[in-house]
């Protein structure tokens, strides 16, 4: 029988992708809490983890959420089994953080050179509004 943070996982997921028959969460209880392994479909990984790791950034602070309310510690794991059955592709949280610190870090790194140019075309009007002054005759 499944437990309420395996179904939770489960409906969102199988809403996401395109073969739900084949999501698969797996329940551990480790030191660090309860850990949710996630197969799917190999088509479908990309679907589960989403641009830069949003989507499944966004499944992860959802069970946080869930967490919360039950007293618990989540952890969710992204399995895929190739169909050759070669060892498993796992897509653990540090390398969708590291996608999204990268991100902050150039969206933080766009704001600033919009923020210079912003700046370099105020210090131009200021010059240009400067030699105009210049020019009157007092």
């Given at each position: ?9 489960e409906y ?5 992708v395109?073969n ?13 809490g ?5 197969s ?8 589960v ?11 992860r ?5 869930l967490?919360?309310?039950n007293?618990a ?16 592709v ?20 766009d704001?600033a050179?919009a923020?210079a ?14 030699a ?7």
């Open positions: 029988m499944a437990t309420i943070d395996q179904q939770f996982v969102i997921v199988k809403t996401l395109n739900p028959d084949k999501v698969v969460v797996d329940r551990e209880i480790d030191e660090r309860v850990l949710l392994s996630l799917v479909d190999p088509e479908d990984v990309g679907r983890i989403g641009k830069r790791g949003a989507t499944a950034q966004s499944i602070t959802l069970l946080r959420v967490g919360t309310k007293g510690r989540y952890n969710l794991k992204i399995v895929n089994t190739d169909e050759e059955g070669a060892a498993p796992e897509h653990d949280q540090p390398t969708e953080l590291a996608d999204a610190a990268e991100a902050e870090v150039t969206a933080a790194a704001e050179a923020t140019a912003e700046g370099d075309d105020l210090a131009e009007k200021t010059r240009a509004e400067l105009d002054l210049d020019d009157l005759d007092i």
